[in-house]
């Protein structure tokens, strides 16, 4: 009886590292499989992306959903516990099981695009047939080099990181104050949308936010955003004195991928 080849895949998440990892493997690795878990609550700009990114490819991106659900159905299935940094029940449903259910018993290479300057480790399957491959790791191709990838590719970065540092949900609880800002001026629905999702709390529990420490009502505030603002630009003022030659949408994700690297997921945020 003859093996079963070995699969090779890349799980994009929307970002500018597993984009530039797909565009760099295109033509390295045989039979390349490209996959995007759709949590159903992307950003309208991570869609447009990946469109992008299958037009360069030339080849669809599969969109995996958890058996065909979205974020909603399993907050329904949890009586409306929304998930949080403790409790991260969405990683697990919405990225990691389609994933694995999309691969089944195939021997699979699932490549993970972190970068040869990142310390990240990961949120990924540690089920025994699919293997994880770190080839940015591996070949010491760090932040410039992506830029670069994705520069001549034509595709360039995604549309949200003029104000956004990483891809995933857009009520990513993971998301800095400043993004959510960014979120209420470039997708004003969207922001009330996530400010609906707080008012559901089950009867007889503590209200839920988003974010530390104060409601998406309290953030929005105009004494507040002022606060929050304020607070943004003396961090990179400081930062742009400390390093001269600085580009702006550099600083942007340095300062807050900064604060929330440890916290944030692998699979979403790539
Ligand atoms: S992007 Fe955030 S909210 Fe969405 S699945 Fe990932 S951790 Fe959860």
């Not at 490819?57 to 929304?82: E, I, S, T």
């Not at 399957?125 to 520069?151: M, Q, T, Y």
């Not at 609906?196 to 507040?224: H, I, V």
């Amino acid at each position: 009886m003859s093996e079963k080849a070995v699969r090779n895949i890349v799980n994009l998440s929307g970002g500018k590292d597993s984009t530039a990892l797909a565009i760099y493997l295109r033509d390295r690795v045989p039979d390349l499989e490209y996959v995007f878990c759709d949590t159903d609550k992307e950003l309208p700009e991570t869609y447009e992306y990946l469109n992008r990114l299958e037009a360069y490819l030339g080849q669809p991106v599969v969109r995996l959903k958890a058996r065909g659900m979205g974020f909603d159905h399993f907050l329904a299935m949890r009586r409306g516990f929304l998930p949080s940094a403790r409790n991260r029940w969405c990683t697990e449903q919405l990225k990691l099981r389609p994933f694995e259910a999309f691969v089944g018993t195939d021997v699979v290479c699932s490549y993970i695009g972190i970068r040869a300057d990142e310390q990240r480790i990961g949120y990924i399957s540690h089920r025994p047939n699919i293997k994880a491959l770190f080839p940015f790791k591996k070949e010491g191709i760090g932040r410039e080099d992506v830029l670069r990838i994705l520069d001549r590719s034509g595709l360039g970065m995604p549309a949200y990181y003029r104000w956004r540092s990483r891809s995933g949900c857009y009520f990513c609880f993971f998301q800095q104050k400043i993004e959510w800002l960014g979120l209420l001026e470039n997708h004003p629905d969207l922001f009330q949308k996530a400010k609906a999702y707080e008012n559901m709390a089950p009867k007889g529990f503590a209200s839920f936010t988003w974010s530390d420490g104060e409601s998406l009502d309290q953030l929005a505030e105009p004494g507040r955003i002022a606060e929050i603002r304020a607070q943004f630009a003396a961090r990179e003022a400081t930062e742009r004195e400390r390093r001269h030659d600085v580009r702006l949408v550099d600083l942007f994700e340095d300062i807050v991928a900064d604060e929330s690297m440890e916290r944030a997921c692998l699979i979403c945020d790539l």
